[in-house]
């Protein structure tokens, strides 16, 4: 594996699960697809696996956006779609696809980046891989809104049916930036029945590239997460938009800086425990960018159940790295999905307690990869029992020159 900073190229290798696809890996292509690039993944509770894609068909046809389903042992799904993928006209110039969801019925929702500005788009497939016509416009809610152009979004689905986007907007006539929840009903169209307009802003701390990019609904209250130039935040509100002050400091979390020079941080994901708990993970920059994780208590302080109450940081041989995703296996240990600037697919793990597992790959991290090819991670999810699956890209400029999209599944062990 080539070096990032420190001793990464070191590592030991995961040995991959050789039950899954050929010995661990599944090699995607779309059918007449020129290239197939894997992006996002997710799994249902029968171990089936849904991953989205983008698609480029040459010259003479234009891009797709889709999904393929792999059974779970990493066959493709010949039932599903078109030998096992849906793929369809792009609506907009270069739509990026994240990890779908899947919906109680089996219909998927998956939100996308598109066009120069990379807008939020949200598209809705059915459990049998054709497009949901009566969704939005025709498939697509493009957030094509009077007041505000929406700039972040993520999506999370209500038990009703109705969806709720949360994210960041800037106001076309102010100016200014502020978070968002906008709710939508089931066929995709703002619910106007939600603040008159369908949408709340609500006061978040940063501008257009620095503000909040991540929500949750917990307990009939709306949590956003993001950062400002030098702080990774999240702030918990009411359901009318007003802070709510009973969480952390006057309302917010804001993550405890090492360093006053300290020039980026913000939350990339996060999630509920079952205790109703709080973890996330992020990044921040300081002479070069590295990973956090960190625990908080219902209420939006330190935990002192998880790490004594400490933020924890990726270790310094990664080098460069962030923490762009986390999710609990099924014994409740915290799994992290570690960047390395297009180095490799490298999982990190720690116990319900914050505790690094040191059983667990290269003293509590696992390289997935190749060792040669640049290699593009891009998705990550837990496989119930079965493993540990991630997505992406391997590239390699030097023969034998590649550009294949893959899955590959490590054991959980």
Same mark, same amino acid.
């Given at each position: 594996m080539k070096s990032t900073q420190d001793d990464i190229s070191s590592f030991e290798r995961a040995k991959l699960d050789?039950?899954?696809?050929?010995?661990? *890996?599944?090699?995607?292509?779309?059918?007449?697809?020129?290239?197939?690039?894997?992006?996002?993944?997710?799994?249902?509770?029968?171990?089936?696996? !849904?991953?989205?894609?983008?698609?480029?068909?040459?010259?003479?046809?234009?891009?797709?956006?889709? *999904?393929?389903?792999?059974?779970?042992?990493?066959?493709?799904?010949?039932?599903?779609?078109?030998?096992?993928?849906?793929?369809?006209?792009?609506?907009?110039?270069?739509?990026?696809? !994240?990890?779908?969801?899947?919906?109680?019925?089996?219909?998927?929702?998956?939100?996308?980046?598109?066009?120069?500005?990379y807008k939020p788009m949200l598209m809705r497939i059915l459990a049998d891989g054709s497009v949901d016509e009566s969704f939005a416009d025709g498939g697509v809610q493009t957030f094509d809104l009077k007041d505000y152009r929406l700039i972040a979004a993520d999506v999370v689905p209500m038990d009703d049916g109705r969806i709720l986007v949360f994210g960041r907007a800037t106001h076309k006539v102010i100016g200014s930036t502020d978070g968002i929840v906008i709710r939508l009903l089931e066929n995709g169209q703002l619910d106007l029945s939600f603040h008159q307009t369908g949408m709340l802003s609500l006061s978040f701390r940063g501008d257009a590239t620095t503000n909040a990019s991540l929500?949750?609904?917990?307990?009939?209250?709306?949590?956003?997460?993001?950062?400002?130039?030098? @702080?990774?935040?999240?702030?918990?509100?009411?359901?009318?938009?007003?802070?709510?002050?009973?969480?952390?400091?006057?309302?917010?979390?804001?993550?405890?800086?090492?360093?006053?020079?300290?020039?980026?941080?913000?939350?990339?994901?996060?999630?509920?425990?079952?205790?109703?708990?709080?973890?996330?993970?992020?990044?921040?920059?300081?002479d070069r960018y590295s990973g956090f994780l960190v625990g908080l208590d219902a209420n939006g302080h330190a935990d002192p159940d998880f790490a004594e109450g400490k933020v924890l940081f990726t270790p310094p041989r990664l080098g460069t790295s962030t923490m762009s995703k986390l999710a609990l296996d099924t014994s409740g240990r915290v799994v992290v999905y570690v960047d390395l600037?297009? @180095?490799?697919?490298?999982?990190?793990?720690?116990?319900?307690?914050?505790?690094?597992? @040191?059983?667990?790959?290269?003293?509590?991290?696992?390289?997935?990869?190749?060792?040669?090819?640049? @290699?593009?991670?891009?998705?990550?999810a837990i496989q119930g029992t079965r493993g540990i699956l991630v997505s992406g890209q391997i590239v390699n400029t030097a023969p034998p020159m590649?550009?294949?999209? *893959? *899955?590959?599944?490590?054991?959980?062990a």
């Open positions: 050789p039950a899954f696809g050929d010995n661990g *890996i599944l090699w995607l292509h779309a059918p007449d697809a020129t290239q197939t690039f894997a992006k996002g993944l997710s799994t249902t509770a029968d171990g089936s696996i !849904f991953i989205s894609l983008a698609c480029r068909f040459g010259q003479h046809a234009p891009d797709g956006v889709g *999904i393929a389903k792999i059974g779970p042992d990493g066959e493709v799904d010949p039932d599903f779609g078109t030998q096992g993928y849906a793929i369809y006209p792009e609506k907009a110039a270069r739509m990026t696809p !994240f990890a779908p969801l899947i919906l109680p019925n089996g219909d998927m929702l998956i939100r996308c980046l598109g066009g120069d500005a929500g949750l609904l917990v307990d009939d209250k709306y949590l956003l997460a993001g950062g400002t130039e030098t @702080e990774a935040l999240i702030r918990r509100y009411h359901l009318d938009g007003q802070i709510d002050t009973s969480f952390g400091v006057a309302g917010e979390y804001a993550l405890p800086s090492s360093d006053i020079n300290t020039s980026w941080a913000a939350f990339n994901d996060l999630l509920v425990t079952p205790e109703g708990k709080l973890i996330g993970v992020g990044d921040q920059y300081l600037s297009s @180095e490799g697919f490298v999982l990190g793990r720690y116990s319900a307690s914050g505790a690094l597992d @040191e059983t667990f790959g290269d003293r509590g991290y696992l390289y997935i990869g190749f060792g040669e090819a640049r @290699e593009l991670s891009l998705g990550f590649m550009n294949r999209a *893959i *899955i590959m599944r490590v054991p959980h």
